[in-house]
Nanobody
Framework: QVQLVESGGGLVQAGGSLRLSCAAS????????MGWFRQAPGKEREFVAA????????YYADSVKGRFTISRDNVKNTESLQMNSLTPEDTAVYYC????????????????????WGQGTQVTVSS
């Protein structure tokens, strides 16, 4: 079983940047595709970004494309989300997730296909 712990959230002004990190333990990191989801108050959890096991292919929600970058370090067993040009609409709890499924391109946006989740980290963007 994989344990995921996020860090790096906080309060930032609009236009600013934050970098989220997710540390994985308890499993073989390269057995999992990884993703980031977020949930704002009163809204459903939504897909943000995902990355394949090798890190060679990435997927993004349209709302973050060009502003956010997902990456992973398969030596350090970590996943990161670099967030630039933040807006108040990016305010949410951000969750790191791991998936055992293959063919990420078919399910990257589906949270039910992710098996393990972190506890979440709050990101607040002020206007």
């Amino acid at each position: 079983q994989v344990q995921l712990v996020e860090s790096g959230g906080g309060l930032v002004q609009a236009g600013g940047s934050l970098r989220l990190s997710c540390a994985a333990s308890g499993g073989t990191f390269t057995d999992y595709a990884m993703g980031w989801f977020r949930q704002a108050p009163g809204k459903e959890r939504e897909f943000v970004a995902a990355i394949t096991r090798s890190g060679g292919i990435t997927y993004y929600a349209d709302s973050v494309k060009g502003r956010f970058t997902i990456s992973r370090d398969n030596v350090k067993n970590t996943e990161s989300l670099q967030m630039n040009s933040l807006t108040p609409e990016d305010t949410a709890v951000y969750y790191c997730a791991a998936s055992r499924y293959y063919n990420l391109r078919y399910y990257a946006k589906d949270p039910t296909k992710f098996d393990y989740w972190g506890q979440g980290t709050q990101v607040t963007v002020s206007s």
